[in-house]
């Protein structure tokens, strides 16, 4: 059932009829039993007084109204356009104060969610821009090789090396996609890490696995020292994948007959595991910059690689309540440090 709106006239009407009704029947009735005319003037004279009270109650409450109204309209207004802070009253016992209050922390969450919104938006810019400049090389380099094929006339030897420069460049467009799929699954929470208590070596044994060809390729030397027996709460899937990011760097930027050493110690809170390599290094202006996503610094440009590797180390460490850190001397090598919590 519809029930239509009452207004405050309307409303403070119903309540002054029903005043004179009551008051004229109280008074009829004693009159009729004191047969007194000055009851009649009483009552007259009472009525008179209700009817000007409420009148003047009518019209101080609904002055009041319409000024709170007006006021909140403005406020509501104010808020909708980011423009002004509804104002925190002295006095919280009434009602519009209490309206007020609300209205102060609709303001804030408001703003709040605008900021996200504004933070979301960059960062969605951000990494279209990103991924427009990460793409673009290998783009070119692919119309650059296909026009060549198909205007000029080439060797066989020619074509064959045109042909591995585009599976080159496909490899390299199809990593950054899979580190694109990865970091956003992550990010958005389409993945949850899930901390299971497991095997440290197992873990480390999976990511060690996925460089072996390399590091044998480059004459490399990998060393382990990691306690068989110690468990640890960890999502060892992609705790794995954080740390083949980290030995496939060490084995990328590490020269020829180089060596690599990963070694694990137990700490009161945390368990360490340290990646050393005998790399280049790099530079202490550069080392806060590095876990950036698509950061790569200018001498590296030649490797392979899109710069999202350590940017997703750690962002898969933190997210298990652990942290990571660097330490590195420019041609002495560098030193990755992961931080993993027992609990």
Known sequence: MKRNPLSVRRLFGWVAMGMVLSMTAITMILYFVTKQTVVLLTGGALLLCALVGVLVLTQTFGKRLALFTSDLCQTLDNMIAGNEEPTRPEDSETQLARIRHRLARLYQIMQENRRKVDEERQELQSLVSDISHQVKTPVSNLKMVTDTLLTKPVTDQERVDFLQGIRSQTDKLDFLFQALVKTSRLETGAIQLEKNDSLLFDTLAQAMSGIVYSAEKKNITVTVDCPEDLHLPHDSKWTAEALFNLLD???KYSLTGGKISVSVERWEMYVKLDVTDTGK?????????IFRRFYREEEVHDEQGVGIGLYLTREII???????????????????SVFLPYQ
Do not use: D
């Open 249 to 251: 760097n060490a084995v």
């Open 281 to 289: 290094g790099i530079s202490e202006s550069n080392q806060a910059s």
């Open 318 to 336: 933190t997210r298990q309540g652990g942290y990571i850190k660097v330490t590195s001397e420019v041609g002495k090598g560098s030193t990755f």
